[in-house]
């Protein structure tokens, strides 16, 4: 038995170089789903990475070549 997932993908929001992320545990179907959605969207460039986010398991969705990724933030002394 299949779970339907109930997911707003924002893919006509994203523009290239962003991406947004989304907690899961079964990361391949989520990401294969992902996928579909965007090139329903007619979003070509879309990847997905596994990642880690705020202390969640989950997948990075970002449009482009390379995730976005934050500079790292330099402790106050």
Known sequence: MTKKLNIRWPWHRVEQGQGFFIPCLDTES???EGIHKAMEARVFNAHAIVGVYAGRYGLLFFR???PPI????RPSA
Do not use: E, I, K, N
């Open 70 to 73: 934050a500079a790292p933030q």
């Open 64 to 66: 482009g070549s390379r």
């Open 30 to 32: 989520l990401r294969t």
